[in-house]
C-alpha cells in the first residue's frame, strides 16, 4: 500500500497543474546579419504542454513586430507553448550596429516573463549618432555635401532710406572722343546795302599830300 502511494504521488508530480510556472527558452537564428535578413524566434515552454494559455509579444529597438499571439490550441483546456516566428526587420530602424529583441511570454493571469536579445546588423546605414561623429572627424566631406539651392524666402519689408554718402573725389578726365566728319558749306547768305563814303584818316592824309603838290607846282617850286 505505502509503495503504491509512492507510486502516485510521483506520478501526480509530472502532471502540471492549473496556473503551475512554466519556464520558456528561446533561440535566434542568425544572431547577427544584414538588414535585409529575416530574423527566425524560436521559443519553448517547459514544460511544453499546459492548461494555461500563453501568448507571445516580439518588439523590435521597442517597435512592436508581434502582439499576443497565442500558443497552440489543441482542445481540452491543453495548451501547447511553442512558437516558431519569422520577423522581418523594420525599415526605419535598419541602421549599422547594435539593436535589440525583446520577448515577452505572458499567461492568461497577467504574468509575464521577459527576454532581451542583443542583435548587431553588419550592413546598412549608420545611425545618426554613427554619421556625426564620422562628419566631425572629417568636416572636408560635409563641405561637399551641398544640395540644390531651395526656393526663395518672401521678400521682407523695405528699410528706411539711409543717410546720404560724402561726395567722392573726382574721377579722371576721360579719353577724348574721335573728330567728327566735316559738315557741309552752308549756303551764302543775302548781300548787304551799300554803306556810305567815309573818308578814314589814311585818305585824307593821302588827298593833302596831292593838293600841297599841287599848289608848289603851281608856284614854280617843282
Do not use: C
Not at 516573463?113 to 542583443?118: G, N
Not at 526663395?152 to 543717410?163: A, F, I, L, R, T
Not at 600841297?212 to 607846282?217: P, R, V, Y
Amino acid at each position: 500500500m505505502k509503495r503504491l502511494i509512492l507510486i502516485l504521488i510521483l506520478l501526480f508530480s509530472t502532471i502540471p497543474f492549473a496556473g503551475a510556472a512554466t519556464d520558456v527558452t528561446y533561440d535566434i537564428m542568425p544572431k547577427t546579419g544584414g538588414a535585409a535578413q529575416p530574423i527566425l524566434v524560436v521559443i519553448r515552454g517547459q514544460p511544453i504542454t499546459g492548461d494555461n494559455q500563453k501568448y507571445v509579444y516580439i518588439f523590435w529597438d521597442n517597435i512592436p513586430l508581434i502582439t499576443r499571439q497565442p500558443g497552440i490550441d489543441h482542445k481540452n483546456s491543453v495548451y501547447e507553448y511553442r512558437w516558431d516566428i519569422t520577423i522581418n526587420i523594420p525599415k526605419t530602424a535598419n541602421e549599422y550596429g547594435k539593436h535589440y529583441l525583446y520577448i515577452w511570454v505572458e499567461d492568461s493571469t497577467g504574468s509575464r516573463k521577459t527576454m532581451t536579445f542583443s542583435y548587431s546588423i553588419n550592413d546598412g546605414v549608420p545611425d545618426v549618432d554613427s554619421w556625426r561623429l564620422f562628419l566631425k572627424d572629417h568636416p572636408e566631406i560635409l563641405a561637399q555635401l551641398v544640395g540644390p539651392p531651395g526656393p526663395s524666402g518672401p521678400q521682407g519689408v523695405k528699410g528706411d532710406v539711409g543717410e546720404k554718402g560724402n561726395i567722392g573725389s573726382q574721377g579722371n578726365q576721360g579719353i577724348q572722343g574721335v573728330k567728327g566728319e566735316r559738315g557741309e558749306v552752308g549756303p551764302i547768305g543775302p548781300q548787304g546795302e551799300p554803306s556810305p563814303v567815309s573818308f578814314t584818316p589814311s585818305i585824307v592824309s593821302y588827298i593833302a599830300s596831292i593838293a600841297t603838290m599841287l599848289i608848289l607846282k603851281r608856284r614854280g617850286i617843282f
